[in-house]
């Protein structure tokens, strides 16, 4: 699969969790956060299937947010559920348990960082950091360079990134 394609998928998974999230969260609209969410789950399975790397880094936003408990509503079941589903079909990719600790770790400092940071200090540059969710960026870039994965993977998950932020954009716009 070219990186493009995997780019694409990487920022409709990052649009449509970003957006589901914010429907369920702020309008409380079950039915359209859960149908997002289900687009999401598709988009980022698709990935996950086509390349490793990006199996890593969906594999251990799942992981990581079932861990700090980010599942928090069922629109997120049902996407979970979906992604699992597809996944378990398709076929599991063989993941190196030590990356897909280290992508984990990654992505839950990013999550608890997320929740704790802004309580416990007014720190601008901390605050930013961890509203923007640099840890899983810095992980994946680390991999990058040091050779574990493709410097193109790091482009799609800024893809990502840039997309799940331009969700919460267009949703404040519009909502």
Known sequence: ?????????????????????????????????????????????????????????????????????????IHHVVTLIVFIAVLLVAGIPNLDLIILLICILGNMGDEVGHEIV?????????????????????????LAVCGVFDIWIFVCFICFELSYVVAGIVFDRFN
């Open 118 to 142: 802004p309580k416990a200090t007014e720190n601008r540059f901390l605050n930013l950091f961890f509203e923007y969710r640099f840890v899983m960026k810095i992980v994946v870039f680390l």
């Open 1 to 73: 699969m070219s990186y493009i394609i995997l780019a694409i998928l990487f920022i409709l998974s990052g649009f449509f969790m970003k957006y589901s999230d914010d429907l369920y969260d702020v309008n409380h609209d079950l039915t359209f956060s859960t149908i997002l969410g289900i687009f999401c789950a598709i988009a980022s399975v698709m990935a996950t299937i086509y390349n490793i790397e990006a199996a890593y880094i969906f594999i251990s936003i799942l992981i990581g947010n079932l861990i700090v408990l980010k599942v928090d509503g």
